[in-house]
């Protein structure tokens, strides 16, 4: 899967709404990781859909974003669990909890992702945000 990572600009004045680029900068079968805390892996399926998901597999510190699409759904890259990226929901251990999912909007052929205000299921030793359960945005665009 190719992966690009890309800063995000706020659209709202909450900046829990941001966009993430053009739908044509996203072809099928990407993954985008937008450098936000925790980080957020936003995929266009081969079937034209796109959803974001925490980046970071609830397993151990791997990257969603470099594991491999396929339907709706994306294998991590390093134990093979594999997230539904319409629910979360992971299919087997290792990995036993769902990632967070975050609302997609496509509005003028644009990508925008809302943020879910949900506490995110990171692994042992990687650090929850700062400054509450809500994911910091602070200092992005
Ligand atoms: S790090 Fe993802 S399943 Fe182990």
């Known amino acids: 899967m190719l992966r690009m990572t890309v800063n995000v600009s706020h659209d709202a004045p909450n900046g ?14 990407e993954a985008r990781r937008l450098e936000l805390d925790p980080p957020v892996a936003v995929f266009h399926t081969d ?16 990257s969603l974003a470099d594991g491999w699409l396929e339907g709706c759904e994306v294998e991590c890259p390093l134990h093979a669990s594999r997230f539904d990226l319409r629910t979360g929901r992971v ?24 943020l879910s205000d949900a506490v995110p299921n990171l692994p042992p030793g990687v650090g929850a945000p700062t400054g509450g359960s809500a994911p910091s945005t602070a200092g992005l665009a």
């Open 16 to 29: 829990r709404r941001m966009r993430v680029c053009a739908l044509s900068e996203l072809a099928p079968g």
């Open 47 to 62: 079937d034209g859909d796109v959803y974001a998901i925490d980046d970071t597999c609830t397993h151990q510190d791997a």
């Open 91 to 114: 299919d087997a251990p290792p990995a036993k909890k769902p990632v967070r999912t975050h609302e997609v909007t496509i509005d003028g052929g644009e990508v925008y992702i809302t």
